[in-house]
């Protein structure tokens, strides 16, 4: 069965340091894989998505993140994080016209 | 357009009570889909349309639950006999074919 992992229920970083999260799928064909935040007692806003082709994909806010069929991961990355990034991150796989999410990882943003 | 629309934001109800929510989606999409979150979960798949029909339900909707698309353009998703369980929040999505969803921001229901 399809599923997402996302291996760090929490991460703490300092305002202006690079930050990178964590996702890996289970999935038998080639993925469609997709971020998205979440601020507390929001929706989700995306992120940024994958398809096909360029394994590194540029998103909004200034992130980034390479797909890696290899290793089955899906990883997340800003280079400097801002206080306003702070927010639950997801993961999520696309099955059958349905998305799949891991559990999320909360960003916490030291000042 | 202003996106994806979902209301009430919040309900809060009796255990035994019947509740709806409703959802708008973007005009020109033909998929909607809901998605029930708990806390400390990502989002779990609950059903979804293509236009007027419901095609896929999972089966963490229950005979208790029941959503509909009438005429392919807003959606209602019902529980019947609440139970404490049902506390969640309940995200609509909408997207143009197999094409990224976009997400409302959702009905917390609060079962009391």
């Known amino acids: 069965a399809q599923s997402v992992t996302q291996p760090d229920i929490h991460i703490t970083v300092s305002e202006g340091a690079s930050l990178e999260l964590r996702c890996n799928y289970s999935?038998?064909?080639?993925?469609?894989l997709f971020w998205y935040v979440q601020s507390p007692g929001q929706g989700l806003q995306l992120l940024l998505k994958?398809?096909?082709?360029?394994?590194l994909v540029q998103g909004i806010k200034g992130f980034e993140a390479e797909f890696k069929r290899s290793q089955s991961s899906f990883n997340l990355r800003k280079p400097s994080v801002h206080w306003s990034d702070a927010a639950e991150y997801f993961c999520?796989?696309?099955?059958?016209?349905?998305?799949?999410f891991g559990s999320g990882t909360r960003l916490l943003v030291r000042p | 357009d202003t996106g994806v629309s979902q209301n009430p934001r919040h309900k809060i109800t009796k255990r035994g009570q019947n509740v709806t929510f409703r959802c708008d989606p973007i005009?020109?999409?033909?998929?909607l889909y809901w998605y029930r979150q708990t806390l400390g979960q990502g989002p779990e798949f609950l059903t979804y349309?293509?236009?007027?029909?419901?095609?896929?339900k999972s089966r963490l909707l229950s005979d208790r639950f029941s959503a509909e698309r009438p005429k392919g353009s807003f959606s209602t998703l019902e529980i019947q006999r609440t139970e404490q369980g049902d506390s969640a929040m309940y995200l609509c999505?909408?997207?143009?074919?197999?094409?990224?969803?976009?997400f409302g921001q959702g009905t917390r229901l609060t079962v009391v």
């Open positions: 994958y398809f096909s082709g360029d394994t």
């Open positions: 005009s020109e999409h033909n998929r």
């Open positions: 999520a796989v696309d099955s059958s016209y349905k998305l799949i």
């Open positions: 349309f293509q236009n007027e029909a419901q095609l896929e």
């Open positions: 999935y038998g064909a080639t993925p469609y």
């Open positions: 999505a909408s997207s143009w074919d197999n094409t990224e969803a976009f």
